[in-house]
């Protein structure tokens, strides 16, 4: 069954750091592009990250760039999300969705069910 699940969530006051991850099985997540995206209450889901598996680049949303890195551990078959100086408008559930393309700029095709982080002190 092909499947991604995510980890790492949790509460961590304002300029913590957490580290999401998006765990495979079923594939092989480094011939995907992997992105990270996030839904706060009462609003629409938006991309926080995207890791292309074809040429190696990686985009992030302006509000995330020099606070979050996307990295893979392809021995682990894993994408993580490092989240560093987090602020409470970075609350949301998390979740990782894979793309067969390779590439970010193309839909996902297999989506996690979601971590939720709360920043909060």
């Known amino acids: 069954q092909l499947q991604l699940v995510e980890s790492g969530g949790g509460l961590v006051q304002p300029g913590g750091s957490l580290r999401l991850s998006c765990a495979a099985s079923?594939?092989?997540?480094?011939?995907?592009?992997v992105g990270w995206f996030r839904q706060a209450p009462g609003k629409k889901r938006e991309g926080v990250s995207c890791?292309?598996?074809?040429?190696?680049?990686?985009n992030y949303a302006d509000s995330v760039k020099g606070r979050f890195t996307t990295s893979r551990d392809n021995a682990k078959n894993t994408v993580y999300l490092q989240m560093t100086s987090l602020k409470p408008e970075d609350t949301g559930v998390y979740y990782c969705?894979?793309?067969?393309?390779?590439?970010?700029?193309?839909?996902?095709?297999?989506w996690g069910k979601g971590t939720l982080v709360t920043v909060s002190s």
């Open positions: 969705a894979a793309g067969h393309v390779g590439l970010c700029l193309y839909g996902m095709d297999y």
């Open positions: 890791i292309s598996s074809r040429d190696g680049s990686f």
């Open positions: 079923g594939f092989t997540l480094e011939h995907y592009a």
